[in-house]
């Protein structure tokens, strides 16, 4: 199953970059062995439109036209289900199994999704109850990407 993350914003150049950097790749070099593969990543500029409801339906719409077709949609949100990694890899793992091409995994703006996109989604997570900047939310996620791929093909990087 190939997977694309999404990010409104783009990290600039920096520890945070290098970080989340890391984990993708780690995650792009065990993945394959075990039917999982990072497709790519999409950074998108945040709109500028004048209010919030409008700029988060101008970044769904980019989010819906870089979707593969039958995609599984993950979305970060606040308002998402909270997860343990064990889980968050039981979900992937049974995405793959039941044949899923591909799964996107989105991160929102600064104001976060539209309510019509969270309406669409296979599975909302969230990462914790606090909030969290953009460019930590990007390194969470891609070091749980590869979490999952350790937990899934049995490696001990993930101890319980």
């Known amino acids: 199953m190939r997977i694309t993350l999404f990010a409104v914003g783009r990290l600039k150049t920096g520890p945070e970059k290098d970080l989340a950097s890391r984990y993708l790749d780690r995650f792009a070099k065990a ?3 075990i039917g999982l593969e990072l497709a ?3 950074e998108i500029q945040e709109s ?6 409008t700029r988060k339906r101008e970044e769904a719409s980019a989010l819906e036209k870089a979707m593969p077709e039958g995609a599984i949609l993950v979305l970060l949100d606040e308002r998402g289900k909270t997860l343990d990694s064990q889980a968050f890899s039981d979900a992937i ?9 591909d799964m996107m995994l989105a991160i929102g703006g ?3 999704l539209d309510p019509e996109l969270r309406g669409k989604a296979d599975l909302v997570l969230n990462l914790g109850t606090m909030t969290w900047p ?13 979490r999952a791929v350790t ?3 049995g490696h ?3 101890r319980v």
């Open 48 to 53: 500028r439109a004048s209010n919030a409801d």
């Open 40 to 42: 790519k990543l999409v």
């Open 31 to 33: 993945g394959p062995a």
């Open 93 to 101: 793992g049974r995405y793959r199994d039941n044949g899923k091409r």
């Open 156 to 158: 001990p990087y993930h």
């Open 134 to 146: 953009h460019q930590l939310v990007r390194i969470l996620i891609a070091e749980q990407l590869y």
């Open 151 to 153: 937990i899934l093909s």
């Open 110 to 112: 600064a104001d976060g």
